[in-house]
T-cell receptor
Framework: GAVVSQHPSRVICKSGTSVKIECRSLDFQATTMFWYRQFPKQSLMLMATSNEGSKATYEQGVEKDKFLINHASLTLSTLTVTSAHPEDSSFYIC???????????????FGPGTRLTVL | AQKVTQAQTEISVVEKEDVTLDCVYETRDTTYYLFWYKQPPSGELVFLIRRNSFDEQNEISGRYSWNFQKSTSSFNFTITASQVVDSAVYFCALSEGGGNKLTFGTGTQLKVEL
């Protein structure tokens, strides 16, 4: 089956530092990856859509200069939280769409998530 | 704009009881997909089912069953003979048309006790 990994699974950092989270599709190529954020006891909110080789599309209210997304290859997308603050503490989840034939449903596979704690 | 409502924030049942999780959606598209995911305490999302808007047949998978009714814009999920391992947060989600953006409901926390 299609597997998506995230690294690190858990990170604790000091306020003001930057944190990079990697999302990899291990056994398939993904033209599109999505980044979600989930605050405690809340739903998953889409932050941005990442397309390989082009700029990410951010959802309304998400600061693109704070959450830098790079989709450099068909198997890797990275999310960098710049100058992290305690309010950025959250569970970040990525998902990836395999390359599919036109007309078939494009499944979305989720990574295991990264728990970020900013002190 | 698409929207998913899960009115039940938290449900507690005793093991072996049946439980139904409600999901109501809103969309202007005629082509859309509905999903249910399970999120155990570990946080990883577990895919349970996908249903497209043209297939209103109910589905049963073991102890799980789903009731899709377009007339009421609902996609409810029933667990029969619940078990402690079913304790988790369950999310209903919607994807419109040919896009892949998922809109999640607020989730229902299910607690199954002995």
């Amino acid at each position: 089956g299609a597997v998506v990994s995230q690294h690190p699974s858990r990170v604790i950092c000091k306020s003001g530092t930057s944190v990079k989270i990697e999302c990899r599709s291990l056994d398939f190529q993904a033209t599109t990856m999505f980044w979600y954020r989930q605050f405690p006891k809340q739903s998953l909110m889409l932050m941005a859509t990442s397309n390989e080789g082009s700029k990410a599309t951010y959802e309304q209210g998400v600061e693109k200069d704070k959450f830098l997304i790079n989709h450099a290859s068909l198997t890797l997308s990275t999310l960098t939280v710049t100058s992290a603050h305690p309010e950025d503490s959250s569970f970040y989840i990525c998902s990836a769409n395999p390359i599919r034939n036109r007309g078939t449903y494009n499944e979305q596979f989720f990574g295991p998530g990264t728990r970020l704690t900013v002190l | 704009a698409q929207k998913v409502t899960q009115a039940q924030t938290e449900i507690s049942v005793v093991e072996k009881e049946d439980v139904t999780l409600d999901c109501v959606y809103e969309t202007r598209d005629t082509t859309y997909y509905l999903f249910w995911y399970k999120q155990p305490p570990s946080g990883e999302l577990v895919f349970l089912i996908r249903r497209n808007s043209f297939d209103e047949q109910n589905e049963i998978s073991g102890r799980y069953s789903w009731n899709f009714q377009k007339s009421t814009s609902s996609f409810n999920f029933t667990i029969t003979a619940s078990q402690v391992v079913d304790s988790a947060v369950y999310f209903c989600a919607l994807s419109e048309g040919g896009g892949n953006k998922l809109t999640f409901g607020t989730g229902t926390q299910l607690k199954v006790e002995l």
